[in-house]
Structures are given as structure tokens and as C-alpha cells.
């Protein structure tokens, strides 16, 4: 079975702080994600990685940045927390190619920024 | 305009009966998939069913189907037989261009909050 695995699955920072959320994938997935999870808006793209030190910008990278130094390992970095960066954050990984291109998910890390 | 639409914000729905999630997509490409989600309380994304723009037939997966209307551009996930354990958020998502051809994200719909009553 796939395992996507987030450091943590409750944090609370403080406005301004550098907050890292990391997430390991066990299955040796080319592709790596990070979404932000808000009431009503659904799922949206934050940054995504087809490989190591390769990144993209998805929908609402503004705010973050991402660090992709082993395959296996996805960051996703708030410089300078802000309360509207207090939201559910998914991380999750998939192969390069074949099998739909399945997104297998981590259980999350809810973030409160005060 | 939504890339994904899912219509029902919430359901109720008995025990044993059969459940339809609605979701209509909006892409030009050609080449796409479509997946559902179930999101439980515990906030973890399980993936149920995956659907090819060019598959001929209907996805299934044991009490989970796809219904993929090409034309009308619809994929709405019928659940048979329900069970309280099925109460959870449903998210509708697709993928743009083929299978393999990049690592960009899905974009999902808003959700439809499915309730088990017993």
C-alpha cells in the first residue's frame, strides 16, 4: 500500500514565524504535491514537484515555497506565517506515469496561525 | 467558470439505498481523468474510483461506479448499498491532459457532505 506520511497533523504557529511541513512518501512516486483545504473552496494546488530539486507552481503559490532535495521528501515553507495561512494542508504523491495518475493523499496537518 | 461543479452541498441518505453524487467538468482537452475522494472526519483523502476520458466503459471498484457521460460531460459516482461508514465528503477532481504527461495537480470540486442515516 501507498504511504504518504505529514509530520504532523496539528500545529499552532505565531504570526511572522517560519513554519516547515514535511512529507515522506514510502513508494518511490516521481510526482509530489501540496493543497491547502479550506470550508467551501475545496482542494487548490499550492506548489507541485515532478522530481528532485524540480518545482512548479500550482494555483496560490504566494506566500510559500517548497524544497524537494530527496525524492522521497516534500517541504512546504511559510517564510513569514500569516492568519490567512492558518487552513488543512494535504500533501500527495504519484508515479510519473501509468495507473491514472493516482494521487495518494497523507492524512493532513491542520495549521492555526495566531 | 468552475472546472469542476458538484451541485449537492449535502445529502441524507438511508442506509442500504443507493446514493448518486452528482459532478459535471468543463475541459477542452481531449485527454483527461477523472477521480472521486471520500474525506471522513479524520480529514485523510481516500482515493474510491478513477475514470479515463478514453476508458469505453464505466469505472467500478466493489460498491463504487463512475457514471461517465462523455457528451454531457458528467462523472457522477454511484455508491450501491450504502452503509453508515460511507458518511463523509465526497470531492469530485480532474486531471488535464493524458495520463504521464506532466505532474500537474487535480483541480476538485467543493464537495458534497454525504450523511448515512440509519
Known amino acids: 500500500d501507498v504511504k504518504v506520511t505529514q509530520s504532523s497533523r496539528y500545529l499552532v504557529k505565531r504570526t511572522g514565524e517560519k513554519v516547515f511541513l514535511e512529507c515522506v512518501q514510502d513508494m518511490d512516486h516521481e510526482n509530489m504535491f501540496w493543497y491547502r483545504q479550506d470550508p467551501g473552496l475545496g482542494l487548490r494546488l499550492i506548489y507541485f514537484?515532478?522530481?528532485?530539486?524540480?518545482?512548479e507552481k500550482g494555483d496560490i503559490p504566494e506566500g510559500y515555497s517548497v524544497s524537494r532535495e530527496k525524492k522521497e521528501r516534500f517541504s512546504l515553507i511559510l517564510e513569514s506565517a500569516s492568519t490567512n495561512q492558518t487552513s488543512m494542508y494535504l500533501c500527495?504523491?504519484?508515479?510519473?506515469?501509468?495507473?491514472?495518475?493516482?494521487?495518494?493523499f497523507g492524512p493532513g496537518t491542520r495549521l492555526t496561525v495566531l | 467558470a468552475q472546472k469542476i461543479t458538484q451541485t449537492q452541498p449535502g445529502m441524507f441518505v438511508q442506509e442500504k439505498e443507493a446514493v448518486t453524487l452528482d459532478c459535471t467538468y468543463d475541459?477542452?482537452?481531449?485527454?483527461?481523468?477523472l477521480f472521486w475522494y471520500k474525506q471522513p472526519s479524520s480529514g485523510e483523502m481516500i482515493f474510491l474510483i478513477y475514470?479515463?476520458?478514453?476508458?469505453?466503459q464505466n469505472a467500478t471498484e466493489g460498491r463504487y461506479s463512475l457514471n461517465f457521460q462523455k457528451a454531457r460531460k458528467s462523472a457522477n459516482l454511484v455508491i450501491s448499498a450504502s452503509q453508515l461508514g460511507d458518511s463523509a465528503m465526497y470531492f469530485c477532481a480532474m486531471r488535464e491532459g493524458p495520463s504521464g504527461g506532466g505532474a500537474d495537480g487535480l483541480t476538485f470540486g467543493k464537495g458534497t457532505h454525504l450523511i448515512i442515516q440509519p
Open positions: 514537484s515532478y522530481d528532485v530539486k524540480m518545482k
Open positions: 475541459t477542452s482537452d481531449q485527454s483527461y481523468g
Open positions: 475514470q479515463g476520458s478514453y476508458d469505453e
Open positions: 500527495a504523491s504519484s508515479k510519473l506515469a501509468g495507473g491514472g495518475d493516482t494521487q495518494y
